[in-house]
């Protein structure tokens, strides 16, 4: 794995929840009793005054940033991109404050670039055009086939090569100035296995998370507004989408990923959910020292014990469509005579006759991790004998499938990871510490002005 893969979008983050939450206007004078001062480490006067108003709800909608210009136009074709790929359906508010996070990380992305153009560094036109076609691939698309998609929407495929420019930049500028003077010992490795065997058979969860900080005053506001997101959630908006746009968490980066982490790593609300939450269950708003939380649990496993889920699977897929116009009652009937006919094979070596029978496609994979298909999927395939199907699943516009498990490799009793891994897990997040404070510096020292 690259260790600079991650650090390249370090700092994309933002203090506010879609706009859903409504800053009172400042008056003329306001004072602030000496018991609420907060320890901040700067030198504020214990009667503390506000001269002149300030509107929170005006906000500049393009910058210009050491002399280069984010026009509107920039950010809203980052908008429509980030929608589409989200499905996100936002009323005039909600996109309004998507525009400010998007302007804050165009502000992030053109630091980004400058700095490395100040290092000699510059991407050339050629590896940008392969990192686009890479991205078209990886939406079954041509170079051609994004770039028009990408105009229907209401954007162009400059934006998208204007990210692969700042991520390229990025990264070579880490490897340039960072990665040469990261360095984990032997002693550093070993203590950490050692850790890892005195944790052996502890539970451990892989949790994504979105914070935001609260102050009293603005708790209910901001309770508020993550029972939005999480309304959002429920109609099939990303989690991650939300963590990289709006988690105040440095982790926003990426996706709000926290990793694999014990419950004692936790603040005490976080552990006692995440201990009974299910894989694939989002649970929150969590009140937590300082704000509060909402959590997705992506995983969970036992230190260095070894798990079913970690099985390799040799996966027969067969598959349907349905013709357009077929009705919902149409496809189930259809479905229930997939259902009876796949769940009637004599194992995987029956899936190619009994396909070419019903018009089926059939796929074949010797090489899934279990723990890599969806949670509901896991759950039925972690009990199957060999030969045996699961029940058909899909919708109407996609057609349905079935999966046949023709083989299983359960995984060793000892997971532990090899030194080489734990070196490299290490290196990536100092790497990624680095970057932060780079970006940050970065920001302090720009010279912004918002139009």
Known sequence: MNIVAKAARLGRRSALALGMMTLASAATAQTVPDAQVPATGLDLPS????????????????????????????????????????????NDEERAQLRLQILRQLIDETLQIQEAKANEIEISQPEIDQSFVRVARNFNRTPEEMSRWLREIGSSDRTIRRQI??????????????????????????????????????EEYHLREIYLNATPDRAREVYAGMQQMLAQMREGAPFEYFARNFSDATTAATGGDLGWVRPAMLPAALAEAARSMQVG??????????????????????????DPRDAQLSLRQMSIRFPAGTTEAEAASRTAAFATTTQAMQ????????AREIGA?????????????????????????IGEATPPFGSVEDGV???????????????????????????????????????????????????
Not at 60 to 85: E, F, M, Y
Not at 169 to 184: E, Y
Not at 361 to 375: F, I
């Open 47 to 90: 009667n503390l005054q506000i001269f002149g108003t300030s509107d929170p709800n005006i906000r500049k909608p393009t910058a210009i940033v050491n002399d280069v210009v984010i026009t509107g136009t920039d950010i809203d074709h980052r908008v429509a991109v980030v929608s589409a790929l989200n499905n996100l359906q936002l």
């Open 281 to 306: 269950q989002v649970v929150g708003p969590i009140e937590v020292p300082g704000g509060f939380s909402v959590l997705l649990l992506q995983d969970k496993r036992q230190v260095l014990t070894a």
């Open 347 to 354: 194992g995987c070596g029956a899936v190619n006759d009994t």
């Open 401 to 451: 499938r079935v999966l046949v498990l023709c083989g299983r490799d359960d995984p060793p009793s000892n997971f532990l990871p090899s030194a080489d891994q734990i070196r490299e897990r290490e290196e990536e997040e100092r790497v990624n510490r680095r970057a932060e404070r780079m970006l940050r510096d970065l920001r302090r020292d720009a010279l912004v002005e918002y139009r």
């Open 361 to 385: 496609d059939v796929v074949d994979n010797d090489a899934v991790v279990l723990r890599q298909l969806p949670p509901q999927l896991q759950e039925l395939l972690i009990n199957m004998q």
């Open 165 to 202: 420019e700042g991520e390229l930049a990025w990264s070579r500028l880490l490897r340039r100035r960072v990665v040469p003077m990261i360095n984990v010992g032997d002693e550093e490795v070993n203590a950490i296995i050692q850790r890892l065997e005195e944790a052996r058979g502890t």
